[in-house]
């Protein structure tokens, strides 16, 4: 059985809401839409305690990963990549996922969402490799 997230925290609940419906959605704040990560209830660019969850395209890209050798816990099996993903539509959120074994990477690659769902309990995004896409280049990275 994988680790699951809390999916009814305030803060963070649009995303695992949204995560059901197939979307990735990020927290904005509803006055001035600035985009709020890590998602929280109060802006710090216009002090609004009003917020709320956008949805946003599916496209990424890869900034980093790093391959787990030895295994911490029974829910992920050795070898697997955690990888972190820079989403298209908003550049200043930066988003984890999991992929099983030592894939091919590289820096800039296109990543499109993985929804994982787990029956009766929640939908997890992985990402993975969108080999239909064309990769970033390395200097354009924000």
């Known amino acids: 059985m994988p680790l699951l997230p809390v999916t009814n ?51 990424a890209w890869l900034v980093s990963w790093t391959v787990a050798e030895h295994q911490v816990h029974a829910a992920f099996p050795v070898p697997y990549t955690f990888v972190l993903v820079e989403l298209e539509d908003a550049p200043e959120v930066r988003l984890g996922g999991h992929i099983p074994g030592r894939p091919a990477l590289k820096v800039g690659m296109a990543m499109r969402p993985d929804f994982v769902t787990i029956p009766n309990e929640v939908t997890l995004v992985n990402w993975l490799p969108d080999v239909e896409a064309q990769s970033r280049s390395f200097d354009t990275l924000g």
């Open 9 to 59: 925290d305030p803060d963070t609940a649009g995303f695992w809401l949204a995560a059901q419906r197939g979307e990735i959605a990020v927290c904005v704040c509803a006055n001035c839409g600035v985009v709020l990560h890590l998602p929280r209830s109060y802006c710090h660019t216009c002090r609004s305690w009003t917020t709320e969850w956008k949805v946003v395209g599916p496209k």
